[in-house]
T-cell receptor, first 113, second 111 residues
Framework: DTAVSQTPKYLVTQMGNDKSIKCEQN?????MYWYKQDSKKFLKIMFSYNNKELIINETVPNRFSPKSPDKAHLNLHINSLELGDSAVYFC????????????FGPGTRLTVL | RKEVEQDPGPFNVPEGATVAFNCTYSNSASQSFFWYRQDCRKEPKLLMSVYSSGNEDGRFTAQLNRASQYISLLIRDSKLSDSATYLCVVVTMDSNYQLIWGAGTKLIIKP
């Protein structure tokens, strides 16, 4: 059983399109995260939700909007995709926002053409 | 100075050797520290948390030096399977809740 799952695994799309990435965890964790890892392999946190409440909101273009329908799911919607959005997006979860041992999903490789 | 810094490497190390690398951080209020490993085109995986008194897990030893503001990871009797990028994470909970990742140190174990 996959602990943290993401869909899709690969996403190729044109500039200007809107796309969503979904994440689910079955670990019973309270806190979930979205990260972006660019071509230089630098991993940067974008958002974090604790029990459906936004607790980290880094400087990210407002084209990116996270949504947490329940604490087991954290989706990422991206409007008006740009070339610079091409990256691997990782979802992660941790028991809570105090215990930060994180478990990652397999990543979504987004390519914007 | 970057908030969290790591030597990018690569560290080329013969199998069986001992290797160590550090991660320095700038915020003295940082409270929690972790080491992750990331294999090529895979997700990061937790290797170990770093406790104030230092901790060991098999061939891996993690230490925290608060005075000099760095954490370290020591790998003994290195295996080919240890080849990966090692990332440190520094967590601070003061007025700003920060979770900052280092850029990673690439380790290559050679037969």
């Amino acid at each position: 059983d996959t602990a943290v799952s993401q869909t899709p695994k690969y996403l190729v799309t044109q500039m200007g399109n809107d796309k969503s990435i979904k994440c689910e965890q079955n670990l019973g964790h309270d806190t979930m995260y979205w990260y972006k890892q660019d071509s230089k392999k630098f991993l940067k946190i974008m958002f974090s939700y604790n029990n459906k409440e936004l607790i980290i909101n880094e400087t990210v273009p407002n084209r990116f909007s996270p949504k947490s329908p329940d604490k087991a799911h954290l989706n990422l919607h991206i409007n008006s995709l740009e070339l610079g959005d091409s990256a691997v997006y990782f979802c992660a979860s941790s028991q809570d926002h105090i215990n930060r041992e994180q478990f990652f999903g397999p990543g979504t490789r987004l390519t914007v053409l | 100075r970057k908030e969290v810094e790591q030597d990018p490497g690569p560290f080329n190390v013969p199998e069986g050797a001992t290797v160590a690398f550090n991660c320095t951080y700038s915020n003295s209020a940082s409270q929690s520290f972790f080491w992750y490993r990331q294999d090529c085109r895979k997700e990061p995986k937790l290797l170990m948390s770093v406790y104030s008194s230092g901790n060991e897990d098999g061939r891996f030893t993690a230490q925290l030096n608060r005075a000099s503001q760095y954490i370290s990871l020591l790998i003994r009797d290195s295996k080919l399977s240890d080849s990966a990028t090692y990332l440190c994470v520094v967590v601070t909970m003061d007025s700003n809740y920060q979770l900052i990742w280092g850029a990673g140190t690439k380790l290559i174990i050679k037969p």
